[in-house]
């Protein structure tokens, strides 16, 4: 019970990865709040997941995009729970075309979620974890922001500046007892992967050293390491979680 009695957010935590880290967190004995933008049911069922991990937690509706509206889903929740411990960064698009026929909606929609939105609850929640002793935060960039992704220029842009993003703030905030790490997932089997060509997937998995897709779970229980004690040492990093694939 690494996280028990903590308050931990998850943005994107309706489904794919955002729900997996939800699940792990409420395991380990958090009170999640479960963010999302506009598919409730999913969300719905992602705190049910929680509830059924033996955790706890309620439903948090804002777009990460308007920081207006996350500032004010951030106060309630500071308002009810007196304090925020643990956020995770995961809500995420993609808007996939090659750059030479990339659309700036298809550039500026990937940017704003991806980049300011992880801005945007940062920044929202990081003085009241200064103001508390501290905290952790979590921001899921991934191996395309790391690598050449042909076809995802806005997508890869994006979480190369969550990687540059994570390891700034992690110096600035650091004597405040705020660690700010990053969480690299490679070709995981849910989420975005989940709607790729099957074929595409296929090759890709070719090339990765452990042979297969990783997990979800995987990638929530690593995301448990970096908001709790055992990462009481760690921070501005980039742990990988990808069977070898950016080697």
Same mark, same amino acid.
């Given at each position: ?39 409730? *049911? ?7 997941? /929680? ?14 995009? *308007?920081?207006? *509206?996350?500032?004010?889903? /951030? ?49 929202? /929640?990081?003085?009241?974890?200064? @103001? ?9 960039? #991934? ?13 890869? @842009? ?67 390491? $970096? ?10 990093? #980039? $742990? ?8």
């Amino acid at each position: 019970m690494r996280l028990a009695g903590r308050t931990a957010l998850v943005t994107g935590g309706g489904r794919g990865l955002g729900r997996a880290i939800a699940v792990e967190c409420a395991r380990e004995g958090a009170w999640v709040a479960v963010g999302y933008r506009r598919r409730a *049911e999913e969300a719905r069922a992602a705190l049910a997941a /929680v509830r059924d991990a033996g955790g706890d937690g309620e439903l948090c509706a804002f777009d990460v995009r *308007e920081a207006a *509206e996350v500032e004010r889903a /951030v106060a309630a929740l500071l308002a009810s729970r007196g304090r925020i411990d643990a956020v995770v960064n995961c809500a995420g698009v993609a808007r996939d075309n090659l750059f030479a026929r990339m659309t700036l909606e298809e550039w500026d929609d990937v940017m704003r979620t991806n980049l300011h939105g992880c801005v945007h609850v940062t920044r929202a /929640v990081v003085r009241s974890m200064m @103001a508390t002793g501290g905290g952790a935060v979590v921001n899921v960039a #991934s191996v395309a922001g790391m690598r050449a992704s042909p076809g995802q220029a806005n997508y890869a @842009a994006s979480k190369g500046a969550v990687l540059a993003l994570t390891a700034t703030l992690a110096a600035e905030l650091g004597p405040s007892r705020v660690r700010v790490n990053a969480l690299v997932p490679g070709l995981i089997a849910a989420g975005m992967v989940a709607r790729v060509d099957p074929r595409e997937i296929e090759r890709r998995r070719e090339r990765i050293p452990l042979g297969r897709l990783g997990e979800a779970s995987e990638v929530g229980r690593a995301a448990v390491f $970096l908001l709790s004690d055992d990462a009481s040492y760690v921070t501005g990093q #980039s $742990l990988v979680v990808d069977g070898g694939l950016s080697l």
